[in-house]
């Protein structure tokens, strides 16, 4: 059973920067797409990055494309999430989200693709303050 826990979250100003961690445990991240999902305050919970299995597709979401880079340490069986240049609406808790899920541009634009993801974090507060 695979189980991740987050870490990374806080408090920042506009335009500071912010790295989440999300470390995995009893099972390998390299088998698995894994991706970052993020829900702000009476919103929907909506796709921030997406990677796939073997790192050949990478997909943001445009509200965060250039600003966030979504990486993976197979090494220490960490997915990570860069956040730079971040803006108040960017304010959320976010969450790591790992299955077996291609990295594909739809992941990213159009909603119900977290029921693919089977396993997540804990979910780590992010506020971003003008």
């Known amino acids: 059973q695979l189980q991740l826990v987050e870490s990374g979250g806080g408090s920042v100003h506009s335009g500071g920067s912010l790295k989440l961690s999300c470390v995995a445990s009893?099972?390998?991240?390299?088998?698995?797409?894994i991706a970052w999902f993020r829900q702000a305050p009476e919103k929907e919970r909506e796709a921030v990055s997406c990677l796939g299995v073997g790192a050949d597709s990478t997909h943001y979401a445009d509200s965060v494309k250039g600003r966030f880079n979504i990486s993976r340490d197979k090494a220490k069986n960490t997915m990570y999430l860069q956040m730079d240049n971040l803006k108040p609406e960017d304010t959320a808790v976010y969450y790591c989200?790992?299955?077996?899920?291609?990295?594909?541009?739809?992941?990213?634009?159009?909603?119900?693709?977290?029921?693919?993801?089977?396993?997540w974090g804990q979910g780590a507060q992010v506020t971003v303050s003008s």
């Open positions: 009893g099972s390998a991240l390299g088998g698995y797409g």
């Open positions: 989200a790992v299955g077996a899920v291609q990295c594909s541009p739809v992941v990213v634009t159009a909603p119900g693709w977290d029921a693919w993801y089977e396993y």
